[in-house]
């Protein structure tokens, strides 16, 4: 028998076995913020309930398991019928159906519904972003369905269910469902003006049939799908169901899966429609604002699974900081780490602290709160744009706080890096978010009253954040030619919320060093 050559060592342990909401005083913090006393108790239970089900073994093996064992697509059956069908790895399953019972489908359900989803979606992205992908878009699909009474009459109770029925087959049969989002084409990507996918119309009032093709639709196993296409009267809003009334099959033609950089348990598939059968949701020739609601709500979730994926990524560093010794110290005591992980925690709470604001936003606004829901007109893209972008170098420096273990993928932290651009291309890409900024600033002046009530809530406390909102509303003051600068405006948008949010209610030395390194021109290019 061959002798030991070495003993292990200095290595730090799994971060498992602890409870991801409890452990994160931002988030707790939030919600305890943002939710009516009369509700808090109950909430605070259940999501450190599901905080322990995201910080365990278990649901951190499905999620590596979801992973490293991606969707396969099967176009036909043996017998060379067409089937259309995706199969999925047995984690993916017990994921979707962790996340829809714990009710991240569910905010449009119950008082706080809104606060209470987003701290659970910041946690569950920390276990497998992929699957959240189907959980927002149904989650979001809701206000679309709203435009038609008779149509979220019979699906609203199935999105919002906590019940997950895998199985495809009539939504009259279905225990609870899942949808998803058909925007895009080839020819025009973000531009949907350019789509061409057509919809004649049929005998029976309002269902039509499509013809064209989606180049992006992920969660190709949902039972619906909102996709727009050209129907007589202009751009429409169309419900494309999986499985029509009579339970045969509807016409939906997948014809590849993406090989994506990440994201790589959750299917995206390249599908077409030929003689596909429809709904119209909304009126014809309102396809955008019929859907607008629904892309809103998925640009938040962006938002959130961005915060969620730097929370775990900085999580993991500090983990490995706190056991990991070099040159006579744990890492964690030595100066120089300590500036860099507490410059990355100070970028995870800006982010969780703004993302929950306007989770608590989407709530008040569903109460008929008018100014709120006017901020989130501003704040939404705002947030959209820079948390998502920031994700990305917080990952990764993270990773580079883990040495060459965080380049293994055994680490997971590579997973990390790999997700960590995603949410800033989902829902519209950078220049798209600036863009809508533009527009929120040219045509609705409610929202910049809003953004400048709830930022000015700040004034006075610190002057770095006074002297950045003064110089912004110099920028605002000129907005000729404001495009090619959009990115920059868009920044300081974010940047001043942040800073007026994290004066208002996170420590004093989290708020100080904010300004200092984010808005007093303290910081550098680097973490």
Same mark, same amino acid.
């Given at each position: 028998?061959?002798?030991?050559?070495?003993?292990?060592?200095?290595?730090?342990?799994?971060?498992?076995?602890?409870?991801?909401?409890?452990?994160?005083?931002?988030?707790?913090?939030?919600?305890?913020?943002?939710?009516?006393?009369?509700?808090?108790?109950?909430?605070?239970?259940?999501?450190?309930?599901?905080?322990?089900?995201?910080g365990?073994l278990?649901?951190?093996?499905?999620?590596?398991?979801?992973?490293?064992?991606?969707?396969?697509?099967?176009?036909?059956?043996?017998?060379?019928?067409?089937?259309?069908?995706?199969?999925?790895?047995?984690?993916?399953?017990?994921?979707?159906?962790?996340?829809?019972?714990?009710?991240?489908?569910?905010a449009?359900?119950?008082?706080?519904?809104?606060?209470?989803?987003?701290?659970?979606?910041?946690?569950?992205?920390?276990?497998?972003?992929?699957?959240?992908?189907?959980?927002?878009?149904t989650?979001?699909?809701?206000?679309?369905?709203?435009?038609?009474?008779?149509?979220?009459?019979?699906?609203?109770?199935?999105?919002?269910?906590?019940?997950?029925?895998?199985e495809?087959?009539?939504?009259?049969?279905?225990?609870?469902?899942?949808?998803g989002?058909?925007?895009?084409?080839?020819?025009?990507?973000?531009?949907?003006?350019?789509?061409?996918?057509?919809?004649?119309?049929?005998?029976?009032?309002?269902?039509?049939?499509?013809?064209?093709?989606?180049?992006?639709?992920?969660?190709?196993?949902s039972?619906?799908?909102?996709?727009?296409?050209? +129907?007589?009267?202009?751009?429409?809003?169309?419900?494309?169901?999986?499985?029509?009334?009579?339970?045969?099959?509807n016409?939906?033609?997948?014809?590849?899966?993406?090989?994506?950089?990440?994201?790589r348990?959750?299917?995206?598939?390249?599908?077409?429609?030929?003689?596909?059968?429809a709904?119209?949701?909304?009126?014809?020739?309102?396809?955008?604002?019929?859907?607008?609601?629904?892309?809103?709500?998925?640009?938040?979730?962006?938002?959130?699974?961005?915060?969620?994926?730097?929370?775990?990524?900085?999580?993991?560093?500090?983990?490995?900081?706190?056991?990991?010794?070099?040159?006579?110290?744990?890492?964690?005591?030595?100066?120089?780490?300590?500036?860099?992980?507490?410059?990355?925690?100070?970028?995870?709470?800006?982010?969780?602290?703004?993302?929950?604001?306007?989770?608590?936003?989407?709530?008040?606004?569903?109460?008929?709160?008018?100014?709120?829901?006017?901020?989130?007109?501003?704040?939404v893209?705002?947030?959209?744009?820079?948390?998502t972008?920031?994700?990305?170098?917080?990952?990764?420096?993270?990773?580079?706080?883990?040495?060459g273990?965080?380049y293994v993928?055994?680490?997971?932290?590579?997973?990390l890096?790999?997700?960590?651009?995603?949410?800033?291309?989902?829902?519209?890409?950078?220049?798209?978010?600036?863009?809508?900024?533009?527009?929120?600033?040219?045509?609705?002046?409610?929202?910049?009253?809003?953004?400048?009530?709830?930022?000015?809530?700040?004034?006075?406390?610190?002057?770095?954040?006074? +002297?950045?909102?003064?110089?912004?509303?110099?920028?605002?003051?000129?907005?000729?030619?404001?495009?090619?600068?959009?990115?920059?405006?868009?920044?300081?948008?974010?940047?001043?919320?942040?800073?007026?949010?994290?004066?208002?209610?996170?420590?004093?030395?989290?708020?100080?060093?904010?300004?200092?390194?984010?808005?007093?021109?303290?910081?550098?290019?680097?973490?």
């Amino acid at each position: 028998m061959a002798g030991s050559t070495h003993t292990v060592t200095n290595q730090a342990p799994p971060l498992v076995g602890h409870d991801v909401f409890t452990g994160d005083r931002a988030l707790t913090a939030a919600v305890e913020r943002h939710l009516a006393p009369e509700l808090r108790e109950e909430a605070l239970a259940e999501l450190s309930g599901l905080g322990r089900s995201c910080g365990s073994l278990q649901t951190r093996e499905w999620g590596e398991q979801a992973n490293t064992n991606p969707p396969v697509l099967r176009t036909h059956d043996r017998y060379g019928h067409r089937v259309d069908e995706v199969d999925f790895h047995p984690a993916w399953h017990r994921l979707l159906g962790k996340g829809v019972a714990a009710g991240l489908t569910a905010a449009w359900t119950r008082p706080g519904g809104h606060v209470r989803r987003a701290a659970g979606f910041v946690m569950w992205t920390q276990v497998e972003a992929g699957n959240c992908c189907p959980l927002s878009m149904t989650h979001a699909a809701v206000p679309a369905l709203r435009a038609d009474p008779d149509l979220a009459a019979e699906w609203e109770p199935r999105l919002t269910s906590r019940v997950y029925d895998r199985e495809l087959r009539p939504a009259r049969l279905k225990a609870g469902a899942l949808f998803g989002m058909g925007m895009t084409e080839k020819q025009g990507g973000s531009d949907v003006r350019a789509n061409t996918t057509s919809a004649r119309p049929l005998a029976e009032d309002g269902t039509y049939e499509l013809t064209g093709h989606k180049w992006f639709c992920s969660a190709p196993m949902s039972d619906g799908f909102l996709v727009l296409a050209r +129907a007589p009267g202009g751009l429409t809003c169309f419900l494309v169901p999986r499985v029509l009334a009579d339970g045969t099959r509807n016409v939906f033609l997948i014809q590849r899966l993406k090989d994506k950089l990440g994201n790589r348990s959750n299917a995206s598939a390249e599908v077409e429609f030929d003689g596909t059968w429809a709904r119209r949701v909304g009126e014809e020739g309102r396809g955008v604002p019929t859907i607008i609601d629904m892309v809103a709500a998925t640009r938040v979730d962006c938002v959130l699974g961005s915060a969620g994926l730097m929370r775990q990524a900085v999580a993991q560093a500090v983990h490995h900081c706190g056991y990991r010794e070099a040159f006579g110290a744990k890492l964690a005591d030595q100066p120089l780490m300590r500036n860099v992980l507490a410059d990355l925690a100070i970028e995870s709470e800006a982010a969780t602290t703004l993302a929950l604001r306007l989770a608590a936003a989407q709530d008040a606004a569903g109460d008929g709160d008018e100014r709120e829901r006017a901020l989130l007109r501003l704040a939404v893209p705002a947030a959209k744009y820079w948390v998502t972008k920031r994700c990305a170098p917080v990952v990764v420096e993270a990773a580079e706080c883990l040495g060459g273990n965080g380049y293994v993928e055994e680490s997971g932290m590579p997973r990390l890096v790999r997700e960590s651009p995603l949410n800033s291309i989902w829902e519209g890409a950078g220049n798209v978010q600036a863009l809508d900024v533009l527009r929120a600033l040219g045509r609705e002046p409610l929202a910049m009253d809003a953004y400048l009530t709830e930022v000015g809530l700040a004034r006075g406390a610190d002057h770095r954040l006074d +002297a950045a909102i003064r110089g912004l509303l110099t920028e605002l003051a000129d907005l000729a030619d404001a495009e090619g600068r959009a990115r920059r405006l868009v920044e300081r948008l974010a940047l001043v919320l942040q800073g007026s949010l994290l004066v208002r209610y996170a420590p004093p030395e989290v708020a100080d060093a904010f300004c200092a390194a984010r808005l007093g021109g303290d910081g550098g290019a680097a973490f």
